[in-house]
């Protein structure tokens, strides 16, 4: 995504630690090519400072791991899960290559899931083949199903529609429990819906603030992803999306909309 507020009191204490790497000594300590990526890497600048610069990988990383029960802000779906920051994207865009090489970073280093708050409209074979090499390392690659209120049946968003087992597409739903007006859809390519508007998690500057998104839905399925791989650490990716998928809680009007027809729920999936 873009980054991470590392400085954020409700993220501070959720940062992954390369345990190779020496903090800011200008060397590549575990020789993985890459100089004091100590928390992560910056793909877009390439250096060792995943830092946000845009505030979007803030708010997603809130959702998926601010930590719990401290009196302040809000609490994360998995409080007890790492953030690896890995920044692919700035506040001026960013290239796919770089997300490419943010993915393969994750699987080198052992991240059981990556969230993705991004979409394009083409197929990239780069895009495929990381993917495909995730899915053998049993990673799990979430992914927003994208805002233009398209269907995505018809009119694919990657990663989000890549048929693969270790993909799961997130549409957004509302405080209703409605398809947002914005969110793409798909009755075979997105697999469930989350709340994706107002919703309220971490910001630059140890602040909080709401924003509206498939990128915003997509970190709360990361976050119960996180929660069935802590309870069953052995379960594959695919099975895991067949979980959510499953316990999903019904919805009328998400039936035929998304692949299960409801809402992602962390109590029946658990």
Known sequence: DSGVDFSHPDLAGQIWTNPGEVPNNGLDDDNNGLIDDVHG???????????????H???VAGTIAAVANNGIGVAGVAPNAQIMALKAFGSDGGYLSR????????????????????A?????????EMIQFAGAFDHLVVAAASNEGLNNDNSPAYPASYPFDNVISVAAADQSGNLAGFSNYGASSVDVAAPG???????LGGGYGTMNGTSMAAPHVAGVAALLRSVA???????IRQ????????NAALVGLTVSGGTVDVFEAI
């Open 99 to 118: 997300a490419i090489a943010g993915l393969f970073y994750a699987v080198w280093h052992g991240a059981d899931i990556s969230n993705h708050s991004y």
């Open 197 to 203: 508007v107002g919703i309220l998690s971490t910001t």
């Open 41 to 55: 890497f910056d793909f877009h600048n390439w250096d060792g400072d995943p830092s946000d610069d845009d505030g």
């Open 233 to 239: 650490p052995t379960a594959s990716p695919s099975t």
């Open 120 to 128: 394009l409209y083409e197929d990239a074979a780069e895009l495929t």
């Open 57 to 59: 990988g803030t708010h």
């Open 243 to 250: 979980m959510l998928i499953d316990s999903a809680q019904p």
